[in-house]
């Protein structure tokens, strides 16, 4: 679902980002504790022992101290203890955007499902991959600290409808504008061939 945000909607949402207040998981460099039987599946749903979390304060609690390390693998972190867990895909999922302006001076943002906010600017990036055997493409957000949403396929489409065409190099390229900055998603010809 989009939203077209007013100013004070696009004001709460950032007052919001500001008071909300994570842990510094990224300072803490407790012992490795071991794996734990506990997956974040590709629709954001959390599992523990195969059966999911239905508790959703326990979701959030979990998804604050996620970190993603240089070793490419996810842990649950608190002062004492880093707890390796699996994620199918990326650790949040990006359910609604807001948008206020348009063209270069539209601001874009999301809220995941476990409630966070991000505003689309340099440090917290859009970025597309695509599927090289099935060509899906598949959209992400940079939440926090190297920790991704995966856009929902109904977001993405309304992200597709404010997308533009952008000259690079004599060459014609498709992407969104946000906070001053365009977010790249591949050559035109590319990424809409017949």
């Known amino acids: 679902m ?3 945000a007013s100013t004070d909607g696009l004001n709460a949402i950032i007052a919001q980002i500001k008071d909300k ?6 300072l803490w460099n407790p012992e490795f504790c071991g794996d734990l039987d506990m997956k974040i599946a590709r629709d954001g749903t959390w599992y523990y022992l195969g059966s999911p979390i239905g508790r ?3 979701v959030k609690l979990f998804s604050s101290v996620i970190r993603y390390d240089d070793d490419g693998k996810y842990y649950l972190v608190t002062p004492v203890e880093k707890i390796g867990i699996t994620v199918e895909d990326a650790p949040f999922v990006a359910v609604e ?7 270069q001076d539209q601001v874009i943002s ?13 440090e917290h990036p859009i970025r597309l991959t695509i599927d090289a055997s099935s060509k899906e493409p598949a959209p992400y957000v940079l939440v926090r600290a190297n920790l991704e949403a995966l856009i929902i396929r109904s977001v993405f489409y309304d992200l597709i409808g404010l997308g533009v065409e952008k000259e690079v190099d004599g060459v014609r390229h498709f992407g969104v504008w946000s906070s001053g900055e365009f977010f790249d998603f591949g050559v035109m010809d590319e990424l809409f061939e017949a």
Request: proline share 9%; aromatic share 10%; net charge neutral.
């Open 2 to 4: 989009t939203s077209s």
């Open 110 to 122: 999301f809220r995941t499902h476990v409630e966070d906010f991000v505003i689309v600017d340099k």
């Open 21 to 26: 207040k994570h842990p510094p998981v990224h």
């Open 97 to 103: 955007m807001f948008v206020e302006g348009s063209s």
């Open 56 to 58: 959703k304060p326990l």
